[in-house]
């Protein structure tokens, strides 16, 4: 299967919350199904990249996405998670039209501007638009070591089902502490998000460090 789009990171995270199964289930298309923790209680996945090297440059990527079950690909190799991202927003007017049309994410129109600040203790990501907070997100370090993921992220563009393959490779630590947090703003970024009730304190956190996020070629499902 040929790469559709591949980008160079200098760190990124993936931060999992707990979230009602009835909410997750609005923001999906009929076809999928959220994957729950608990009874009723579904995942939403935040993430957030520094990307250092692309086609238009460094630029930065905040995303919302239901964690769904994943599928089996034609080239055989099995996904470790599906994501149906509903919501996403970059620094990068370029990027943003890019990957739109490439990859038909739902894109707020207005651009963001990110933080990444980084300790021996904590990453902490402070997203902003037009110079009013959004997202104040914070992950910490477990062990770390040097991994390979496979992930399904599907897709709609109108009545179609599309899904499309994503490696990320790097340096990566991942841990259930409950040591993270995030604090979503009055924004109309987030407006979707507010209306529902949301853990603050993520089950599950991700810290990725010098990879490559990798697309192939969209599929119909």
Excluded: C
């Excluded at 943003?96 to 651009?111: L, V």
């Amino acid at each position: 299967m040929s790469a559709l789009g591949s980008y160079r990171f200098h760190t990124g995270v993936s931060a999992f919350f707990d979230m009602a199964t009835s909410d997750a289930r609005d923001l999906l298309p009929s076809h999928l199904e959220p994957i729950e923790v608990t009874h009723q209680r579904s995942v939403l996945s935040v993430t957030a990249f520094l990307f250092d090297d692309s086609v238009v440059g460094p630029y930065t990527e905040l995303m919302f996405s239901v964690v769904v079950p994943p599928t089996v690909a034609s080239w055989g190799q099995h996904a470790k998670a599906g994501f149906f991202p509903f919501l996403a927003a970059t620094s990068s007017e370029e990027a943003r039209r890019i990957k739109g049309d490439r990859f038909h994410f739902p894109y707020h129109d207005e651009s963001i501007d990110a933080q990444f600040i980084e300790t021996e203790d904590r990453l902490r990501i402070r997203v902003f638009g037009a110079g009013e907070r959004i997202v104040d997100l914070s992950v910490t370090p477990g062990a770390w070591e040097s991994a390979h993921h496979l992930l399904h992220g599907y897709m709609m563009n109108g009545d179609q089902r599309l899904r499309t393959t994503l490696q990320i490779s790097g340096d990566y630590s991942m841990h259930e502490n409950e040591a993270g947090r995030m604090t979503l703003f009055p924004h109309a970024l987030t407006d979707e998000l507010l209306r529902h009730e949301v853990s603050p304190n993520p089950f599950r956190e991700h810290w990725f460090k010098n990879g490559t996020e990798t697309f192939h070629q969209l599929e119909t499902i």
